[in-house]
């Protein structure tokens, strides 16, 4: 409405989504929570008032919010519980640091404390002799492994060997039991995925959110949130609760919070011999002892179930066989229960065999896949894929232009606590494809290579409409919600370290800034 924006964006960079190429040299106008125009020029004094914010920021790209369809913010708090421990150099350090923290702890509380470097040694029992009577747990900067005592065992039900973030459960129970620490906890997660310009999630929360979601419908309806949030239950103590998410679509049904259905685990990590690849390892007599065939059958018979009550499902596949089983039962799914706009997804997909891309789009499936996997391999040389697989079947990984050029809806996520969201980062590794050390000079696999365009449009446009959002979010135009970022350099034109060092300097969620440089 002319005379009534709240804000006017300036800038000769508005990638507005609509299409991957589409950039404006004009302004953007919000009234309030929406965006009431979005032109070419410099007329935008038609739309000023007397309380209308002008911004300019020429030289700066302006784009949709970014979405990050894979977090999970239990990990994130996971990552800091308890005392942080990561300056101590040995044992004793380590006890004293410990000692000191107890005196603030309750009687029944555990000693909990984390980023232990894995250089710093400790004796096997020690916090069985130090600590007797109080749970304790000591967790590694690497999450890998963890010291321990005996009544933490008891407590948490993992031990020192396994203590990945589906065995610490019953930890992520606790920690959400106490609401006032996960809401402060919260609003810190919050506050930095601001800072990325991320201004939508895919959340997930382990069975039934151990009593979160009240927490985040306080927040929402105290209008705290700054960002949107599509919450997903990932079944770790129990199966499928399709009770659960019944009454979870019943409590959200505001703008900022809704329940999309269920996050899966389906295989485990390539890596670690535990990923279902169509391939051999090769070292055949580890692979016998690591990996553990799926339940593809349990499997099959959960998403059926939550497919016929309407629920969107997230199957988590790494290796390629994986991938083909669940097309097959996204395929199950349409003809016992039906076709219908499903938008199921699968995750990750560290690599499909190419056979199976052109299924993803006749079965409506869409591919969030970890676009920032590449910086957590620091050297080229050592990423495992060139040991693993043939140059021919290396050639199958992260394969963004083939998924792209078959229709399929591409999008992205982090796993975070895996990584924090860095989209000019990802923009790098996507379109130059050449890991953190800056090697191989011509990218690995480079015919994969998609524009940053098209990179954008995964963390915008297509992470929205994975979520079925694409209406009212995930481009710049006119009646749609104001949710925008803004990049401090044209990432169009840099490259390499230039590019990786872009910076968000501003965040609007819901035409309102919450973060700006």
């Known amino acids: 409405m002319e005379g009534h924006?709240?804000?006017?964006?300036?800038?000769?960079?508005?990638?507005?989504?609509?299409?991957?190429?589409?950039?404006?040299?004009?302004?953007?106008?919000?009234?309030?929570?929406?965006?009431?125009?979005?032109?070419?020029?410099?007329?935008?004094?038609?739309?000023?008032?007397?309380?209308?914010?002008?911004?300019?920021?020429?030289?700066?790209?302006?784009?949709?919010?970014?979405?990050?369809?894979?977090?999970?913010?239990?990990?994130?708090?996971?990552?800091?519980?308890?005392?942080?421990?990561?300056?101590?150099?040995?044992?004793?350090?380590?006890?004293?640091?410990?000692?000191?923290?107890?005196?603030?702890?309750?009687?029944?509380?555990?000693?909990?404390?984390?980023?232990?470097?894995?250089?710093?040694?400790?004796?096997?029992?020690?916090?069985?002799?130090?600590?007797?009577?109080?749970?304790?747990?000591?967790?590694?900067?690497?999450?890998?492994?963890?010291?321990?005592?005996?009544?933490?065992?008891?407590?948490f039900g993992f031990d020192e060997e396994s203590c990945y973030a589906e065995s610490c459960y019953r930890m992520f129970r606790e920690l959400a039991g106490d609401q006032e620490y996960a809401k402060e906890q919260y609003m810190n997660f919050q506050k930095m995925l601001a800072r990325q310009g991320v201004t939508s999630i895919k959340e997930i929360g382990f069975d039934d959110y151990y009593g979160f979601t009240d927490v985040l419908k306080e927040l929402e309806?105290?209008?705290?949130?700054?960002?949107?949030?599509?919450?997903?239950?990932?079944?770790?103590?129990?199966?499928?609760?399709?009770?659960?998410?019944?009454?979870?679509?019943?409590?959200?049904?505001?703008?900022?919070?809704?329940?999309?259905?269920?996050?899966?685990?389906?295989?485990?990590?390539?890596?670690?011999?535990?990923?279902?690849?169509?391939?051999?390892?090769?070292?055949?007599?580890?692979?016998?002892?690591?990996?553990?065939?799926?339940d593809y059958k349990g499997l099959e018979q959960a998403v059926l179930e939550a497919d016929k009550k309407g629920f969107r499902c997230a199957l988590h596949a790494e290796g390629d066989k994986a991938v083909r089983k669940v097309i097959d039962i996204f395929e199950k799914c349409r003809e016992e229960n039906g076709v219908r706009d499903a938008r199921h997804v699968i995750i990750d997909m560290e690599l499909i065999d190419r056979e199976d891309i052109g299924r993803l789009k006749s079965n409506g499936i869409t591919a969030i896949n970890y676009v920032q996997i590449m910086n957590c391999y620091p050297q080229y040389e050592n990423y495992y894929g060139l040991k693993y697989f043939s140059e021919e079947r290396q050639k199958t990984i992260w394969p963004y232009r083939s998924l792209l050029d078959s229709g399929v809806t591409l999008c992205w996520g982090t796993d975070l606590p895996l990584d924090v969201p860095d989209i000019p980062m990802s923009v790098c590794f996507a379109s130059e494809r050449r890991f953190p050390?800056?090697?191989?000079?011509?990218?690995?696999?480079?015919?994969?290579?998609?524009?940053?365009?098209?990179?954008?449009?995964?963390?915008?446009?297509?992470?929205?409409?994975?979520?079925?959002?694409?209406?009212?979010?995930?481009?710049?135009?006119?009646?749609?919600?104001?949710?925008?970022?803004?990049?401090?350099?044209?990432?169009?034109?840099?490259?390499?370290?230039?590019?990786?060092?872009?910076?968000?300097?501003?965040?609007?969620?819901?035409?309102?800034?919450?973060?700006?440089e």
């Open 5 to 155: 924006a709240s804000l006017i964006i300036r800038s000769d960079l508005i990638f507005t989504g609509r299409t991957k190429d589409e950039i404006i040299d004009g302004f953007l106008a919000v009234d309030g929570s929406r965006i009431c125009c979005v032109e070419e020029g410099l007329d935008f004094k038609k739309y000023t008032g007397e309380h209308t914010k002008v911004l300019d920021m020429t030289g700066k790209v302006v784009t949709p919010g970014f979405v990050d369809n894979h977090v999970f913010f239990m990990g994130y708090m996971w990552e800091r519980v308890g005392l942080d421990v990561s300056h101590v150099g040995n044992e004793q350090e380590l006890l004293n640091a410990l000692k000191e923290y107890e005196v603030l702890l309750k009687i029944d509380a555990p000693m909990l404390a984390h980023g232990l470097s894995e250089d710093t040694e400790i004796s096997k029992d020690i916090l069985e002799e130090v600590f007797p009577d109080r749970a304790a747990v000591v967790f590694r900067e690497s999450r890998e492994e963890c010291c321990m005592n005996q009544k933490a065992r008891e407590r």
């Open 221 to 294: 309806e105290e209008g705290s949130l700054q960002h949107r949030v599509n919450l997903v239950s990932q079944p770790v103590g129990k199966g499928v609760d399709l009770e659960y998410g019944q009454a979870m679509k019943e409590k959200f049904g505001g703008d900022f919070v809704k329940f999309m259905g269920y996050n899966i685990m389906v295989d485990g990590d390539i890596e670690s011999y535990g990923g279902d690849i169509l391939d051999r390892y090769p070292d055949e007599e580890r692979a016998a002892e690591d990996f553990e065939e799926p």
């Open 437 to 516: 050390d800056g090697e191989p000079e011509g990218g690995y696999n480079a015919q994969e290579a998609i524009t940053p365009g098209e990179v954008l449009a995964g963390w915008t446009y297509n992470g929205q409409k994975a979520n079925f959002d694409e209406d009212r979010l995930g481009t710049l135009e006119k009646g749609k919600l104001a949710d925008i970022a803004v990049l401090n350099r044209n990432i169009f034109k840099e490259h390499g370290d230039r590019l990786k060092e872009t910076k968000v300097c501003m965040t609007i969620c819901d035409g309102k800034i919450v973060y700006q």
